[in-house]
T-cell receptor, first 110, second 111 residues
Framework: DSGVTQTPKHLITATGQRVTLRCSPR?????VYWYQQSLDQGLQFLIQ???????AKGNILERFSAQQFPDLHSELNLSSLELGDSALYFC?????????FGPGTRLTVL | QKEVEQDPGPLSVPEGAIVSLNCTYS??????FMWYRQYSRKGPELLMY????GNKEDGRFTAQVDKSSKYISLFIRDSQPSDSATYLC???????????FGTGTRLQVFP
């Protein structure tokens, strides 16, 4: 168990809908990272937050947004969902020289 | 062209074999090199971390980095069925936490 929690584990929704994925980092970790893992693209960095502020951005679509709250949990919002958004979404938080990954949320868009 | 290339496998080996997993990269700014292991339906977990060329050993695992060739490897000695997983290489530039992952190599070790 990495200490990073993610909810929900599974999410099934329809095209055009909006969903919110939630992540709680390990106790004491200020950074939260979001990744998308799909069969064809592998694990791709989306965005990083550090203590409530956006720190780095990857190939995150404009339909996707994230935020980190004062209690350090983070949410990833995905809107106008398309079939191609079906993937595993991982959250990670960081200690020295290591990112600890949560168990992921499997999103299926029908 | 992707920044990090990794043979997707799958790789199937008998128990006790030596396994070699490899990644190549194109970005010479990468300074940190990691290997993650991902079991089915789980998040990746860090196996090895290094930032210099050469070898780093941890038990049955050896990570090798050749910056001049932009090539990294992970060797697993005396492989066990419990090593069956997907192995992902990951890299980052100095001063950033943004990890760039390879697509992963699926390894199966059969008894």
């Amino acid at each position: 168990d990495s200490g990073v929690t993610q909810t929900p584990k599974h999410l099934i929704t329809a095209t055009g809908q909006r969903v919110t994925l939630r992540c709680s980092p390990r106790s004491g970790d200020l950074s939260v990272y979001w990744y998308q893992q799909s069969l064809d693209q592998g694990l791709q960095f989306l965005i990083q937050y550090y203590n409530g502020e956006e720190r780095a951005k990857g190939n995150i679509l404009e339909r996707f947004s994230a935020q980190q709250f004062p209690d350090l949990h983070s949410e990833l919002n995905l809107s106008s969902l398309e079939l191609g958004d079906s993937a595993l979404y991982f959250c990670a938080s960081s200690g020295p020289n290591e990112q600890f990954f949560g168990p992921g949320t499997r999103l299926t868009v029908l | 062209q992707k920044e990090v290339e990794q043979d997707p496998g799958p790789l199937s080996v008998p128990e006790g074999a030596i396994v070699s997993l490899n990644c190549t990269y194109s970005n010479s700014a990468f300074q940190y090199f990691m290997w993650y292991r991902q079991y089915s339906r789980k998040g990746p977990e860090l196996l090895m971390y290094t930032y210099s060329s050469g070898n780093k050993e941890d038990g049955r695992f050896t990570a090798q980095v050749d910056k001049s060739s932009k090539y990294i490897s992970l060797f697993i000695r005396d492989s066990q069925p419990s090593d069956s997983a997907t192995y992902l290489c990951a890299m980052s530039e100095w001063g950033t936490d943004k990890l760039i992952f390879g697509t992963g190599t699926r390894l199966q070790v059969f008894p």
